[in-house]
């Protein structure tokens, strides 16, 4: 399908096209026209579907297609300019880089960022999904933002992200908060110029959603954040369906960008003087499975080890398509570091056959045990889900005695969360809160002290720490983090960000290491 058909075919609605010589629209008065039940019926004709197993896990590779030819219409080029900005971005990485895109296409129309919702003549809300209260943020967060639309009608003020991908949230914000000129879904970012004019010159509330599952736009412009680390996407979506998790909708299928443009990314943020780069995707273990080639994750790592660039991190892995070979290129050591974040959700066989993980307590450890044996000095840290349904206390016995296990080092630990049209949200949710709650806290008090032990072996030794910058609180002191992911704090020169430079450290403490810079260690590259 072209983007042409597509166009037709999977958005939700897209708003009549409109003049650019008309009014501004005055966007409060622009509601009278229709109800919001009106509303909602017109954009959810027949075209948007809610999250649907059976029919995503029907998708086919050969409807992704990839796009060079990415261009801001001319007469959108210098609509910004005098105008600001303001993104604020919730959830995890692909959202911070999605943000970076959007922050490049906005500039590349003329307008300039800013930190302060006073002066922004945009705001953006970049959503997360994942679970209720990343949710609740986001709504809360709308409503502070109604004052300032009535100040001042020609902001605009736009809802984007995995939210936006929910047919619930878009109904809630038609019925709730119509003072929001612009939801756009995770499909639709390259099409912001264009959803940009509409909102600012047709007479309703922008709504485009593609619940299809998404092209590759190679060639959208970025602002990154900082000169020294960088984000690089491989692939996008996620075609694991585990059954409490909402992605795979919010996120569309699985799909791989080419390695040539992959390489070509890195080369260039090399060239201009990354320290590290993090690559990105859902499930990064998936990557290649659906290319024409047989090229998987391990090949890619072993050409990137090649690039002049220090440091190569990549999140996340899934312990299921964790290969041998992937492992094999790992071992090789140098800019690919030792630290694998690999989430393991929960310790019990019988919980993950649920979840739909597709591994068992046994599957894991064995994979750790490969991991070890290929690089004994690699750092482990995961993500773990507490309350899942029917969870029971000897099940999360298994996650508490697989935690000190494996020696995870740090671990992001949530409360089971029901996701609306994901499998287990029809399964009762029937672990009490206290319960969960409990849990969680005897997981956070194992996880924090396995973290403050892995930490105490620090003490006195000397460690790589890529400077960052200020620390947050203090401007004194400067921070980055060492080759395994631990957050270092030292005095030295503000000359010294974005180098690596060596540390010894004198001081530890749960989550942070204190250290003094070892000045003739410096290294000028
Ligand atoms: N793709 C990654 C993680 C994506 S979401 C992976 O599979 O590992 C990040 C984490 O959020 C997940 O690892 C999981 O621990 C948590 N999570 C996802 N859905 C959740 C839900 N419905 N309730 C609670 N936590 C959830
Ligand atoms: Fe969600 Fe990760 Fe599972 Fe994909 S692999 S469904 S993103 S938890
Ligand atoms: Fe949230 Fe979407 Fe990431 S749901 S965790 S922002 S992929």
């Not at 030792?338 to 064995?366: C, F, K, N, W």
């Not at 910058?469 to 004194?476: L, M, N, Q, V």
């Amino acid at each position: 399908m072209n983007e042409k058909q597509r166009l037709e075919s999977q958005q939700i609605k897209q708003s009549d096209s409109t003049d650019v010589k008309s009014e501004p629209n005055r966007n409060l008065d622009r509601l009278k026209k229709l109800s919001s039940d009106e509303l909602i019926s017109k954009y959810f004709q027949t075209t948007y579907e809610p999250p649907n197993l059976k029919k995503a896990r029907s998708r086919r590779k050969k409807d992704v297609d990839i796009h060079y030819d990415f261009d801001i219409p001319l007469e959108m080029r210098a609509v910004g300019k005098g105008k600001k900005f303001l993104i604020r971005t919730y959830g995890c990485q692909m959202n911070e880089h999605d943000t970076e895109v959007m922050a490049g296409i906005l500039t590349n129309m003329g307008y300039q960022s800013t930190d302060s919702t006073d002066d922004a003549d945009i705001i953006l809300l970049n959503t997360c999904a994942i679970r209720e209260n990343a949710e609740n943020k986001v709504f809360g967060e709308i409503g502070h933002l109604k004052p300032l639309k009535t100040e001042n009608p020609d902001l605009i003020i736009g809802v984007c992200g995995c939210m936006s991908q929910e047919e619930s949230v878009v109904n809630r914000i038609l019925k709730k908060h119509p003072f929001v000129d612009l939801i756009f879904g995770t499909h639709n970012i390259h099409r912001l110029p264009k959803l940009i004019n509409e909102a600012m010159f047709g007479k309703e509330m922008v709504v485009e959603v593609w619940s299809k599952e998404g092209d590759i736009i190679e060639n959208l412009p970025k602002v990154r954040n900082g000169k020294i680390k960088a984000w690089v996407n491989i692939m996008y979506g996620c075609d694991k369906f585990c059954t409490y998790c909402i992605v795979p909708y919010t996120r569309g299928k699985e799909r791989s960008r080419r390695p040539e443009d992959i390489i070509q990314e890195v080369r260039h943020l090399a060239a201009q003087g990354y320290k590290e780069i993090t690559l990105l995707g859902q499930n990064v273990n998936a990557y290649g499975k659906d290319l024409d080639i047989d090229y998987g994750l391990g090949d890619l790592m072993d050409e990137i080890r090649k690039i002049d660039i220090p440091r190569v991190r990549f999140t996340t892995s899934h312990p299921r398509d964790f290969d041998d070979h992937l492992i094999e290129v790992l071992a090789k050591g140098g800019n690919l570091l030792d630290h694998i974040h690999l989430p393991v959700q929960s310790g019990s066989s019988e919980v993950l056959r649920v979840m739909a993980r597709r591994y068992t307590r046994e599957d894991y450890l064995e994979l750790v045990r490969k991991i070890r044996e290929a690089m004994p000095n690699a750092t482990l840290t995961t993500d773990i889900i507490v309350g899942f349904p029917n969870e029971t206390d000897e099940q999360f016995e298994q996650t508490m005695s697989l935690v000190e296990e494996v020696g995870f080092e740090s671990a992001y630990t949530f409360i089971y969360s029901p996701r609306e049209g994901t499998p287990a949200a029809k399964w009762e949710d029937n672990i009490p809160m206290e319960v969960k709650k409990e849990r969680l806290q005897r997981l956070n008090a194992l996880v924090n002290k396995q973290s403050a032990e892995a930490m105490k072996h620090y003490e006195g030794k000397t460690v790589k720490v890529l400077v960052e910058g200020e620390s947050k609180k203090d401007p004194d002191v400067l921070s980055g983090y060492t080759e395994r992911n631990k957050l270092v704090n030292f005095k030295g020169p503000k000359s010294i960000i974005g180098e690596i430079v060596e540390v010894k450290i004198t001081n530890t403490k749960t989550w942070t290491l204190d250290g003094e810079l070892v000045e003739s260690a410096v290294e000028v590259n």
